[in-house]
C-alpha cells in the first residue's frame, strides 16, 4: 500500500450549464519516502490534485473517486479526523511563504504555537523544538533568528522558514506547491537540495508541483505530468525527461533551455493552454498537438502502460522507440 493513492478522482465545479470539470479522471501513487513531481501549466489541475491529499476542495465542487492517506479515505474523514491528519501525515509548503508566516508574529511565536497546537509539550520544549526546525532548514543563528519576524529575512531564507513550520510535526508527507518558482536560480537550487536531504533524514515523503520541468531531472524520483484536469504522461523522472513519449511533455522539454540550445531561440508550444472552462473535446491538448488524428478530436485518450514503469494517454504514440526500432529495420 502506498502511503497516498488517489484513484479516478474527479472533481467539478456546479455551473449554468455542463459543470466545470477541474480534475478529470487523475490517479497517482506517492510510496513512503517518495520524491514524486507534478508538472504542467497553470490550470492543468496540480494544485487542486495536491490538495485534495489535505481534504481541501475548491468551495462548492464536488468530488468523485477516492484519496486514500495511510489507506483511508480524505474525502470521507470527519473534520475532526481531517485535522488530526494535516499537519501531522500531510502537510503544505505554498509558493509565497507569506501564505503560512504572519508577518506581524515573530518566527519563535510562529513555531511554537504550530507546535503546541498539536502536541501538548511545555513553551520551553516548544521553544527548543522551534530551533532544532530552524537548524534542520540551515537557518543561521537559529536560536538568534527566533526573535526575528519575517520581513527581516530573505525570500528564500522566508521559504525555508515556511518549510520549517510544515515540518513542526514530522508529517509523512510533504506537499511543495511551487515554492521554488519565485526564488533565483542559485535559491532554488539550495531549497530543492535541502528538501532532498530532509527527505533523506526523515524518510518523509515529497510531492513536487512545479511548471517548470527543469528543475524535477535531478530532484523527482518518478514524475507525472499533467494537462487540463488529466495525467497524460508518467514515468520514472529521468527516463520521461530523456525520452518523453507524450507530445505534450517532449513540448515542456522542447521549451527549456539546455546545453544543446543555447544562443536558440527557446521553442514555445503553440496555441493557449486549455482550461477547465475552454477544455477542447477528445485530447484536451489536440488543438496544439502536430499528431493529431481523427480521434484525438473525439476520443478522450486512456492512461495506460507502456513500455517498462511508463504510463501514457495518446492514441497515437509518435514516440514510441519500438517503432523507430522496426522503422530502421525496414528501412536498413
Ligand atoms: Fe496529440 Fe492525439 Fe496524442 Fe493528444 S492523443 S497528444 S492530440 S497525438
Not at 97 to 104: A, E, G, R, V
Request: glycine share 8%; net charge negative.
Amino acid at each position: 500500500m502506498s502511503l497516498l493513492e488517489i484513484d479516478d478522482l474527479r472533481i467539478s465545479l456546479p455551473t449554468d450549464g455542463a459543470p466545470r470539470v477541474l480534475v478529470d479522471g487523475v490517479s497517482l501513487r506517492v510510496n513512503e519516502g517518495e520524491f514524486v513531481g507534478l508538472a504542467g501549466e497553470s490550470g492543468s489541475g496540480k494544485t487542486v490534485t495536491a490538495l485534495s491529499a489535505l481534504g481541501f476542495l475548491p468551495n462548492g465542487s464536488s468530488a468523485t473517486g477516492e484519496v486514500r492517506l495511510d489507506g483511508t479515505d480524505v474525502l470521507t474523514m470527519s473534520p475532526k479526523q481531517l485535522r488530526g491528519v494535516r499537519g501531522q501525515t500531510v502537510a503544505m509548503v505554498f509558493q509565497d511563504p507569506m501564505t503560512s508566516l504572519h508577518p506581524m508574529l515573530s518566527i519563535e511565536t510562529q513555531l511554537t504555537e504550530q507546535l503546541r497546537a498539536h502536541q501538548s509539550i511545555s513553551k520551553r520544549a516548544a521553544q527548543d523544538r522551534a530551533v532544532q526546525l530552524l537548524d534542520l532548514v540551515r537557518i543561521p543563528n537559529a536560536q538568534h533568528a527566533l526573535s526575528a519576524f519575517p520581513h527581516h529575512f530573505s525570500g528564500g531564507m522566508r521559504q525555508r522558514i515556511a518549510i520549517a513550520s510544515a515540518l513542526a510535526c514530522d508529517p509523512r508527507l510533504l506537499i511543495a506547491d511551487e515554492i521554488t518558482t519565485a526564488l533565483d536560480v542559485t535559491v532554488q537550487a539550495g531549497i530543492l537540495e535541502l528538501l532532498q536531504q530532509i527527505r533523506r533524514d526523515t524518510g518523509m515523503a515529497v510531492v513536487f508541483i512545479t511548471h517548470d520541468l527543469g528543475v524535477m531531472n535531478v530532484t523527482a524520483d518518478s514524475l507525472y505530468v499533467m494537462y487540463s484536469g488529466r495525467v497524460v504522461e508518467h514515468g520514472v523522472t529521468r527516463d520521461v525527461l530523456a525520452a518523453p513519449r507524450h507530445p505534450y511533455t517532449r513540448a515542456l522539454i522542447d521549451a527549456l533551455p539546455n546545453a544543446h540550445n543555447l544562443g536558440e531561440p527557446l521553442v514555445a508550444i503553440p496555441g493557449d493552454a486549455a482550461t477547465a472552462e475552454n477544455r477542447p473535446s477528445g485530447c484536451a491538448f489536440h488543438p496544439r498537438c502536430a499528431f493529431a488524428v481523427d480521434a484525438c478530436r473525439t476520443d478522450v485518450p486512456a492512461l495506460r502502460p507502456v513500455g517498462t514503469e511508463r504510463e501514457l494517454a495518446c492514441h497515437v504514440d509518435p514516440f514510441d522507440p519500438a517503432d523507430r526500432v522496426t522503422l530502421l529495420v525496414e528501412t536498413g
